[in-house]
């Protein structure tokens, strides 16, 4: 059993910076791949990044790659994503998401079935 806990989001400019954070709880947080995921209104949930259990492997949807930077701090159980040169779409509610059968395919980490946790979401608002 793992619990989730994202805080960090909040209103920002264009171009403008934020980080999120996500807390976990559980032993097996470090052999856990843990990713994001975004919803914006009216739209289809999307993923955004995933990071491997060691930290070692990331990944990216192309619409943040070069802008979001995700990592993780296992002695803390924690797992952030850093949002830079933010644009208005990327207003949404963001997810922490963790998969414990640990699995390093794009097939397996980008798809929203294949994790077990989720957050309770954070809103990211980035104003023009």
């Known amino acids: 059993q793992v619990q989730l806990v994202e805080s960090g989001g909040g209103l920002v400019q264009t171009g403008g910076s934020l980080r999120l954070s996500c807390a976990a709880s559980?032993?097996?947080?470090?052999?856990?791949?843990m990713g994001w995921f975004r919803q914006a209104p009216g739209k289809e949930r999307e993923f955004v990044a995933a990071?491997?259990?060691?930290?070692?492997?990331?990944y990216y949807a192309d619409s943040v790659k070069g802008r979001f930077t995700i990592s993780r701090d296992n002695a803390k159980n924690t797992v952030y994503l850093q949002m830079n040169s933010l644009k208005p779409e990327d207003t949404a509610v963001y997810y922490c998401?963790?998969?414990?059968?640990?699995?390093?395919?794009?097939?397996?980490?980008?798809?929203?079935?294949?994790?077990?946790?989720w957050g309770q979401g954070t809103q990211v608002t980035v104003s023009s």
């Open positions: 559980g032993r097996t947080f470090s052999s856990y791949v």
């Open positions: 990071i491997s259990w060691n930290g070692g492997n990331t």
């Open positions: 998401a963790a998969d414990r059968t640990g699995q390093w395919r794009v097939v397996v980490i980008t798809d929203y079935y294949k994790y077990d946790y």
